[in-house]
C-alpha cells in the first residue's frame, strides 16, 4: 500500500498575518484580454521565489518553497485508532440555515425546494462575482455610499449600505488580505509527500480548478481531469482564472522549486454529473474541496463512494471541508447573500475523519490549515 511520504510532525498553529501590497506576473508573460466580469490586471513585474504580492483580486504567493517549510502552515493530529472513535467523542456538524434572499425568492417564486442543480448554479455565479471584485476599489466605493446613506440621514439606506460594507470588507480581508480561501501554502502542506509520480489527477465539484493546479504542480508531468456539472464552472469559474498565477511546485528534472502557470499544465475540464462519468479505477488521485459538507447524513456514503470508485490499488483521496470555527461561522454570517445558496454543514476535521472511516477509507494524513479541514485517505 501507497503511504505518505514521512515528513517532520506539525508543531505549530497557522498565525495569519498581513500582507506587503503589490502584484505580479511571470517573467515574459503578458495577461490577455479577458471578457467582461474576468479578472483585469497589469503586472508589476514578475514575483520572486520566496516573496508575495498582493494584487487588486488576490494574493501571489511564492513563499515556502522547501517541504520543510510547510510544518508550520498545517496543524496536524497524531494519527488514532479510529476504530474506537464515536459520534458521542466527536459531536455532529453543525448546518448553516441563514439562506440567501435570492434563494428564498426562488423558493417563494415557485412554492418549491430549489432543485440541488439550480442552487449550485446560483452559488457559482454569485461567489464568482466576488472573486472578480477589485477588493480595495469596491471598499473605497461602499465606504462612499456609506458616508452619503448617513449624511442623508436615511436609516433604511443605511442598514443595507452597512451590510455591503461589512461583506467587502470581510471579503478583501479573508480572500485579497490573508488569503485564507485559496490558501496555497496550507493546501501544500497538505498536499506534500504524496508517493507519485506523474499522476493523474481527478477534481470532482471543481470549480475553478485550483487545488488540481496546485497538485501538478507539486507532481508534474501527468495530467487533471476537473468535473462540475455546471458549465458556468468551466467557462467562468475555470476559464477566467488568471494565466499570471503562479503555483508554487518543482522541476522534476531538477528537484528544485519552480513556478508552473495553468498554460503549461495538462488539463481537461468536463462539465457532467459526477454519477454520470465514464471513468473506471485509473486516478492516482482523487480530489474534492467543499464537497461533503454539502450532503446530509444520509447521502454522505454516495459521495465518499465516489472518492473511492476512481482510484487505482494504492492511490489517494483528498478532501477538505470549511472547518468549524468561530471565523467560518462569522464569513457564513456575513456572506450569507453570497454563499448560502446549498445545504451546507460546518465540521470538525475528527467529524470528517470519522465519516470517512465509516465509510471504507484509512486516515494517513488529518488536520487544519487556516479555515479548512483537510484529509489524505486511501480505501482499506
Known amino acids: 500500500m501507497s503511504k505518505i511520504k514521512e515528513q517532520k510532525s506539525s508543531k505549530s498553529r497557522f498565525i495569519s498575518e498581513m500582507e506587503v501590497v503589490g502584484m505580479g506576473a511571470p517573467p515574459g508573460s503578458r495577461p490577455e484580454g479577458r471578457a467582461d466580469g474576468a479578472l483585469r490586471h497589469a503586472a508589476r513585474g514578475p514575483v520572486r521565489m520566496g516573496e508575495t504580492r498582493v494584487g487588486p483580486h488576490f494574493p501571489y504567493d511564492l513563499r515556502a518553497p522547501r517541504l520543510e517549510e510547510l510544518d508550520q502552515f498545517i496543524v496536524e493530529r497524531p494519527i488514532r485508532d479510529w476504530s474506537v472513535v464515536r459520534w458521542k467523542d466527536v459531536g455532529k456538524p453543525v448546518r448553516v440555515e441563514n439562506y440567501a434572499s435570492g434563494k428564498r425568492l426562488w423558493e417563494e417564486k415557485h412554492g418549491d425546494t430549489m432543485p440541488v442543480k439550480t442552487s449550485w448554479e446560483m452559488f457559482n455565479r454569485s461567489f464568482h462575482s466576488w472573486f472578480v471584485k477589485d477588493g480595495p476599489e469596491a471598499q473605497r466605493a461602499a465606504m462612499r455610499r456609506m458616508l452619503r446613506s448617513v449624511a442623508s440621514l436615511r436609516a433604511d439606506e443605511i442598514a443595507a449600505v ?12 479573508a480572500h485579497r488580505v490573508t488569503d485564507t480561501i485559496w490558501d496555497p501554502r496550507g493546501k501544500r502542506a497538505l498536499f506534500r509527500g504524496l508517493d507519485v509520480k506523474r499522476p493523474r489527477i481527478l477534481f470532482l465539484g471543481a470549480a475553478e480548478g485550483y487545488e488540481a493546479m496546485q497538485l501538478y504542480a507539486m507532481y508534474p508531468g501527468g ?158
Not at 162 to 173: C, D, K, P, R, S
Open 223 to 380: 495530467e487533471a481531469v476537473m468535473v462540475d456539472y455546471d458549465a458556468f464552472c468551466r467557462d467562468h469559474r475555470f476559464g477566467d482564472f488568471p494565466e499570471d498565477y503562479p503555483f508554487l511546485g518543482y522541476d522534476p528534472a531538477t528537484g528544485s522549486a519552480r513556478p508552473w502557470y495553468r498554460s503549461e499544465m495538462k488539463l481537461t475540464y468536463l462539465v457532467e454529473d459526477i454519477r454520470k462519468l465514464p471513468f473506471g479505477r485509473e486516478f492516482d488521485i482523487v480530489l474534492s474541496v467543499g464537497l461533503l459538507e454539502h450532503f446530509p447524513d444520509e447521502y454522505k456514503p454516495e459521495c465518499i463512494e465516489w472518492h473511492r470508485k476512481f482510484l487505482r490499488p494504492g492511490g489517494y483521496a483528498i478532501l477538505t471541508t470549511p472547518r468549524l470555527g468561530w471565523r467560518t461561522k462569522l464569513f457564513y454570517h456575513v456572506m450569507a447573500e453570497a454563499m448560502n445558496y446549498t445545504y451546507r454543514e460546518l465540521m470538525t476535521v475528527d467529524q470528517m475523519g470519522l465519516y470517512l472511516y465509516e465509510n471504507g477509507f484509512n486516515i494517513l494524513r488529518h488536520g487544519w490549515i487556516k479555515t479548512h479541514n483537510g484529509i489524505v485517505a486511501q480505501p482499506r
Open 162 to 173: 452597512f451590510q455591503e460594507l461589512q461583506q467587502v470588507t470581510l471579503w478583501n480581508l
